[in-house]
């Protein structure tokens, strides 16, 4: 809620009372020369000031991303990211599930709302969508809604008549809900994830009556917050469609023979939404699900067009084409209805609604020019930027500056004789409104995604200042659509999970096998039980005790030898195991009192730049994030050199970790090296470097092949000085001819990626600097010597809350499977990884995708190129130029793009074990 304060300011604004007056009597506002961030703000405090729900039309899904992101701090209550397709209407397959959940999410949300009527009037809505969301593309309000099961407590609830409904709406039975679309019963309690909801929902009733509404951990199946009601939402729109045409007598014909019978045993036909128009006489649009008083805000009309016309000219020729093909053997020929339409011819149906164009162009005689400019960007030259404020100040203007570090901007500009301050709590308005007053810029703390460029609003007497002008950083996000989730992982024994003949060891009794899980009746209660066979008898164990339980591991594929629940063998293993601890415990006393000896550098504790840093990180950083951070500083507080190993999955924020430990170094006046396996992946470093310590002089050096001789040299010699505070590089660092005037800590990023000889020299560095290593997948000796207490470690086990499963497919080569899965990709704005084992026949693959999927630009990267020219072919796809990469394992370590969400990985048997792990983590970021 970082810039609530300025929006509050633009509802009171005089100007802001002309505009709403205008819009009220015409019906429609045309505001010019106003740029992304001030759209917002000046939209938001439109609806904002009238308490109307906001809907914003862009363009494309990475812009609709964009305004989504900046309104999150914008005061609103709830913010929908409404997501659209690319693909025509009259497809023979589905659009992407997430995608149609995410849809769902909102239209429930909306649903709900207006069956609060005024009770729901109070609260702040905006949704964000694409044009495309007002092209007719979903059953009417009056179909589905009727679909929407809603549950409150106290309801009457019939078991038998739910499992029905919850079956009509395409929701799978299961033994335990583990994702979207599934529902269990245990006894009185019944659990369901719905598509559009975030979390699953534990329904408990007593007798028939819903006592309790809880949302649960879908990992670890604890219950968490209690809710008051649910909506249940089809799981796809297929259903309502297959049952109006049923019910118009208009699915025979449409369907094969096989598709009839697994209609009949509940499963909905691929492609269904192509027969929307057949259902439906007038399809619907998002905006028939908004409340009446709803305002509209189009973010640039003639981009909006311009795009709308690319995709009708597409479907257009698909609709013919369909309708003159010949039928599919088993269907009759059916004729579609034609259902998209023109973009004007949209347009004009939200004239229900008041409306408002947005152009940063400034036009003559066509609408108003709020003559928005931006401020200018001179990163580090504090002097100048505070004067160009003061001169803002001069003229009465209320300033913000809207910073990750606040107290530092603050202080900066406070040493340029211009006296900001920081406000902690961006909704204390009366100290906000009595600095403004006295002419004092306002710091407030923002530290989310959105990409902010400062901005002078003249005709609004407001100038906002960002990290932009500071330090000239940039967002770290990109666009595109990701569905928001909560995730957590689970360390516990699923029973659930256990296949009959899995072998388990119990605390008190051994190594058993399990044979099933069973309900039984005891003093009129119904409990689960866990039945594990032992040697001489059958023991039951209650499912919520199954804490006693553990899995059986062992490095043979032998089966284990059952243990006697009345023999002594299993206490003596236990006795055995104890001495053997003991025994390594002596040992490693004995190695960490020689360790002990050896002095390192002590660092200081945290200075208050440290926090600064931390504070800026625009993720939520997970429990073992911070406590992986903790350790690594508590080593380098320490006078023993550090050895730690940081050990989590790929995309867990290791990266993170070995950051905030440069930067608690280089603030200590010592030198670091980050030493990492491939050119792409320093690159990648070098710049997340770059952007996070822009604000602080700290100076950061890259030393690759991408570097010319000259630049080498000099980057040399600036270590050697002491000038340079951080370099990053491949093997080069280990050269011969690089020293360092005092480095104090060395980052091994991807260590099993480094040969013997290389590894070696890493070791001569060890006895003198504090080692952090970074693996995802460490060599076995690494991991034992971590284990084994040789080498600290520190593991990462939660995953990030937005960071969803990876869904693996392993399938022979298709083309169509290949075409779709890029396809769909595409569609909700995302990229491609397509990576093949050699570099022979690059060429080739890459025209069979060019043939595949015509629109799709296609990038090529490999070892073998041209330096020059893997550097400019990784940045196109990073920018956003390409959408697919055709490339080798280069991209194997580390590589973070958030866009790329599907990899599609040719010949998969060619290559080992830890590089296709690897290569399944540059997904879903």
């Known amino acids: 809620m970082a810039f609530s304060s300025i929006t509050r300011a633009l509802q009171r604004s005089p100007l802001t009372g002309e505009l709403l007056t205008k819009l009220n009597q015409q019906g429609r506002l045309v505001l010019n020369g106003v740029a992304r961030l001030p759209k917002g703000l000046v939209s938001s405090a439109l609806a904002l000031a009238q308490k109307r729900p906001l809907l914003v039309i862009t363009a494309t899904l990475e812009e609709a991303g964009r305004w989504a992101t900046q309104f999150e701090a914008m005061g609103w209550d709830t913010v929908h990211f409404y997501p659209t397709s690319e693909a025509s209407p009259y497809d023979p397959f589905d659009q992407e599930s997430e995608m149609t959940w995410g849809q769902l999410q909102v239209l429930a949300d909306l649903l709900a709302l207006r069956a609060a009527g005024e009770d729901g009037a109070s609260r702040k809505l905006a949704v964000v969508a694409t044009e495309r969301a007002l092209q007719p593309h979903l059953p009417p309000v009056s179909a589905l809604e009727p679909y929407c099961l809603r549950l409150e407590l106290k309801q009457e609830i019939n078991f038998k008549a739910l499992g029905q409904r919850l079956a009509t709406l395409g929701y799978e039975r299961v033994t335990v809900v583990e994702t979207e679309g599934q529902w269990a019963q245990r006894g009185d309690i019944i659990d369901v994830y719905p598509v559009a909801s975030e979390l699953p929902v534990r329904l408990e ?236 810029p306002v710091a407030v703390k923002y530290s989310g995604l959105a990409e902010l460029e400062g901005f002078v609003l003249p005709t609004f007497r407001i100038v906002v200042v960002t990290d932009r002008e500071f330090f000239g950083q940039h967002t770290l996000a990109t666009g595109g659509y990701v569905r928001k989730r909560r995730r957590a992982a689970s360390k516990q024994v ?150 730690r190993l940081v050990c989590g999955d790929v995309g867990f ?44 002089p700290i100076q950061v050096g890259l030393l690759n092949r991408f570097r010319t001789v000259t630049e080498k040299k000099d980057i040399l010699q600036r270590l050697k000085t002491g000038e340079l505070d951080v370099v990053v590089g491949t093997h080069q660092l280990l050269g011969k001819g690089v020293a360092f005037k005092g480095l104090g800590l060395l980052v091994v990023d991807e260590e099993q990626r480094f040969g013997v000889n290389q590894k070696e020299r890493i070791k001569s560095l060890k006895t003198q600097v504090d080692v952090l290593t970074l693996s995802a997948t460490p060599i076995p000796r690494t991991l034992y010597m971590a284990l084994s207490g040789v080498r600290e470690m520190s593991l990462i086990t939660t995953p990030p809350p937005s960071r969803r499963p990876i869904k693996t497919h392993l399938s022979p080569h298709d083309p169509e499977a290949i075409r779709t899965a890029i396809r769909q990709e595409l569609d909700r704005g995302g990229q491609v990884f397509y990576v093949v084992p050699r570099v022979e026949g690059i060429e080739e693959t890459s025209a069979k995708i060019r043939e595949m999927v015509p629109a799709a630009r296609i990038a090529i990267a490999h070892g073998q190129m041209d330096e020059g020219e893997l550097e400019s072919t990784m940045l196109t796809f990073s920018n956003g130029d390409a959408e697919v990469l055709l490339c080798t394992t280069i991209i194997e370590s580390g590589l973070d793009i958030p866009r790329v969400n599907t990899i599609l990985i040719e010949d998969a048997h060619r290559f080992g074990l830890s590089q296709l792990y690897q290569l399944r983590g540059r997904v879903g970021r």
């Open 494 to 643: 699923d029973p659930n999970k256990m296949k009959p003949g899995d072998f388990v060891v119990h605390r008190s009794h051994g190594i058993g096998k399990f044979l099933k899980l069973e309900s039984l009746v005891l003093n009129n209660e119904t409990r689960d039980y866990l039945a594990i066979q032992y040697a001489d008898g059958l023991l039951r164990v209650a499912a919520d005790s199954v804490g006693s339980l553990s899995r059986y591991r062992a490095a043979s594929g032998q089966a284990p030898v059952l243990n006697k629940m009345t023999s002594t063998a299993w206490e003596k293993t236990k006795g055995r195991a104890k001495k053997a601890i003991q025994k390594v415990a002596v040992d490693l006393l004995r190695l960490y009192a020689q360790r002990a000896k050896m002095e390192g550098f002590a660092y200081p504790v945290d200075m208050p730049w440290q926090q600064e840093l931390e504070d800026s990180f625009p993720y939520q950083a997970t429990p073992d994030q911070l406590k992986a951070v903790q350790d690594v500083k508590r080593d380098m507080e320490s006078d023993r050199p550090m050895d």
């Open 653 to 696: 924020g290791k990266t993170e970790v070995a950051l905030r430990a440069i930067f608690k170094a280089v603030t200590a006046g010592q030198q670091v090296a980050l030493l990492a396996p491939t050119t792409i992946l320093t690159q990648q470093h070098y710049h997340t470097l770059k952007e996070r310590f822009a604000p602080y």
């Open 205 to 440: 009733l007593f007798g028939d009556e819903l006592e309790r509404l809880r949302e649960f951990d879908p990992a670890t199946q604890r219950s968490l917050d209690a809710i008051d009601h649910l909506v249940l939402t089809p799981t796809q729109y297929g259903s309502v469609i297959v049952e109006h045409l049923r019910q118009q007598g208009k699915l025979d014909g449409l369907l094969s023979e096989a598709a009839q019978e697994g209609l009949a045993s509940g499963i909905i036909p691929e492609g269904t939404r192509r027969w929307l128009g057949l259902a439906f006489a007038n399809p619907a649009s998002l905006l028939d699900y908004l409340p009446e008083n709803t305002l509209m805000a189009v973010d640039e009309v003639d981009q909006c067009e311009a795009h709308s016309d690319r995709w009708l000219e597409h479907v257009e020729d698909h609709w013919q084409e369909v309708n003159s093909a010949s039928p599919i053997d088993g269907e009759a020929a059916v004729q579609l209805p034609k259902i998209h339409r023109a973009f004007l011819d949209t347009l004009s149906d939200a004239e229900v609604f008041p409306r408002v164009d947005l152009s940063e162009i400034a036009e003559a005689n066509n609408g108003l020019n709020l003559s928005s400019r931006p401020v200018q960007a001179i990163p580090h030259q504090f002097g100048k930027l505070a004067e160009s404020i003061r001169k803002e100040c001069d003229r009465k203007y209320a300033v913000w500056l809207a910073s990750a570090q606040p107290s530092r901007s603050v202080s900066l500009l406070q040493e340029h004789d211009c006296p900001a301050q920081f406000i902690p709590n961006p909704r204390d308005f009366n100290a906000i409104d009595k600095l403004h007053v006295q002419h004092v």
